[in-house]
């Protein structure tokens, strides 16, 4: 007589530990990234288009409901961006300065800032190009 195989059951697996919760969040604000990237193709093709169509894709991009969409795409992104960060000390080799190992407070710190003063100089960038 022979036993059935084991079968471990899948379903909801990553609901039952809050570190697993935290890295399906993190993971899922890929959606968001793929939103974010149909809306920019979505601009390229009302340009490609001519300019009433894109004055008119800029108008619907003015609308509240484009800003609402936009709000929770910005929130998405820096949740990504902030667990991104949090979670780099762990998977890079080590770095050692002057015989120290790096804290990882230090190397979270170093990425948040580089990234935020990357998205400064794009912004200010931007900024000059449009005056």
């Known amino acids: 007589m022979t036993r059935p195989p084991y079968v471990r059951p899948m379903a909801g697996w990553w609901r039952r530990d809050p ?11 890929a959606l968001f990234v793929v939103a974010y990237a149909l809306i920019l193709l979505a601009t390229l093709a009302s340009l490609a288009r001519g300019r009433a169509a894109f004055e008119a ?11 609402a969409i936009h709000a929770v795409l910005l929130a998405a992104f820096l949740w990504h961006t902030v ?22 407070r230090a190397i979270t710190g170093a ?20 005056a």
């Open 83 to 104: 667990t991104w960060f949090l979670i780099m000390p762990k998977t890079m080799p080590p770095v050692v300065i002057a015989g120290k190992r790096m804290a990882a």
């Open 57 to 67: 894709w800029l108008e619907f991009l003015r609308s509240p409901a484009s800003l």
């Open 111 to 130: 990425g948040l800032a580089a990234a935020a003063a990357a998205s400064i100089a794009l912004f200010l960038a931007l900024r000059w190009l449009a």
């Open 19 to 29: 570190f697993f919760m935290r890295y399906m969040a993190r993971e899922a604000t």
